[in-house]
Each structure stands twice: as structure tokens, then as C-alpha cells.
């Protein structure tokens, strides 16, 4: 990644957060002037983005665990799975 490049939301958010900065709504703002920010925050932008993978949406997630329980009774519904995915979501299944 170049100085010109501005890397996607989720590094940006990534390094905000490892950076111990809590606005989060800056981000048009960082994207904005990506290449004036500080170099050290620019340099752990890109570690992170080379190097990790981005994380995996809550929603997929919570789908993913209301089929592994719904599924594992007889008489299960798929109806079942999808009220048991919003009630994780709902109950914050997931997050960060």
C-alpha cells in the first residue's frame, strides 16, 4: 500500500481501535485526509492490512450459530433458525 491509498474502513477502524482512538465517526475523515495522518497510525494501517484478514459480519455469524443449534434437534424448522439468528443478534451475539 502506497501513501496514496486509502485502506478500507475496517483497517481503519481496526487501527483506531489498537490506536486507543474512540471516534469511530471520523472515519470519512481519516479517509478524507489519509495522507496527512500521522505516519505511525498510516504504518499500522498497512500491517494491518496486510496481514489480517477483515472480520467476519456479526449477521453471518449469528446465522451461522442459530444453524448449529436449531439443526441439532429432530424436529428443527428452518423458520426456527432464522427467529433463533435475530433473537443472537438482538441479544449482541458477536460483537466486538
Excluded at 489480517?52 to 451461522?64: F, G, I, M, T, Y
Amino acid at each position: 500500500m502506497t501513501d496514496q491509498q486509502t485502506p478500507p474502513d475496517w483497517v481503519l477502524r481496526e487501527a483506531a481501535k489498537r490506536s486507543n482512538l474512540t471516534d469511530y465517526h471520523l472515519i470519512e475523515y481519516w479517509k478524507s485526509n489519509y495522507g496527512r495522518l500521522d505516519p505511525a497510525f498510516r504504518a499500522l494501517c498497512d500491517m494491518i492490512e496486510r496481514y489480517e484478514q477483515p472480520p467476519v459480519d456479526r449477521k453471518l455469524l449469528c446465522a451461522r450459530e442459530a444453524y448449529e443449534r436449531v439443526v441439532r434437534q429432530p424436529s428443527a424448522k428452518w423458520e426456527e433458525v432464522g427467529v433463533r439468528a435475530i433473537e443472537l443478534w438482538e441479544e449482541g451475539f458477536g460483537r466486538d
